[in-house]
């Protein structure tokens, strides 16, 4: 469960998010996260927020964004608002650190979707791009469809291939929600 104050990594792609406001402080109102960008780095893939509109403050550096049709830098001082049902990608287009703050308004179930995603890279479960495999990641797409999408295929062909997946996913034993191993536990496996 996230908490203010608490810091992810995502080694793959190279953000680190700290979370000035959860959805517990906001009563589901809002969360406000600060990301730091690396060079380099970039967000996972390209999405959309089918209920969340996101407005992101640049604090320094460069952030790239690619917003519906529009491809655009946004630079200190500026801010980008990214409306719900909005497909959209970022990344640092500089060659120091980015970094931005970040409101997601409603909360939903951002702060579960991030740290899941967040602890499976740190974990080394995810390809370099930051996605886990296609099991996992249909079962935890599923469990988040009002959350983030793909921008491609429509909505209802996901959640077909989604009714598919997540079953199979579970099946193979991948949860919603990622936890790492207890390393005590996996000394007593051996």
């Known amino acids: 469960m996230i908490r203010t104050g608490d810091t992810l990594h995502n080694p793959a792609t190279g953000e680190l998010m700290q979370f000035l406001k959860t959805s517990a402080d906001t009563n589901g109102e809002y969360v ?28 320094s550096g460069e952030v790239a964004f690619k917003a519906g049709k529009r491809e655009f830098v946004a630079k200190a001082g500026e801010t980008v608002v990214v409306e719900a049902g ?18 997601i308004r409603p909360a939903l179930q951002f702060e579960r979707l991030i740290e899941t995603m967040f602890t499976l890279a740190a974990d080394g479960k995810t390809n370099k791009k930051g996605m886990p495999n296609p099991f996992r990641l249909a079962v935890i797409a599923n469990a988040h469809f009002d959350d983030v999408r793909l921008p491609f295929p429509p909505a209802w062909m996901q959640k077909v291939g989604l009714t598919i997946g997540s079953p199979l996913g579970s099946l193979l034993g991948y949860k919603p929600v990622y936890t790492p191993a207890d390393p005590s536990e996996a000394s007593l496996a051996i």
Do not use: K, S
Not at 37 to 59: D, K, M, S, W
Not at 89 to 102: I, K, Y
């Open 86 to 103: 909005t497909p959209h990608t970022f990344w640092n287009a500089g060659a120091e650190e980015a970094r931005f703050r970040c409101e």
């Open 32 to 59: 406000y996260i600060e990301v730091v960008v690396e060079p380099n780095g970039t967000v996972a893939a390209a999405h959309l927020h089918p209920y969340q509109t996101e407005r992101f403050e640049i604090v």
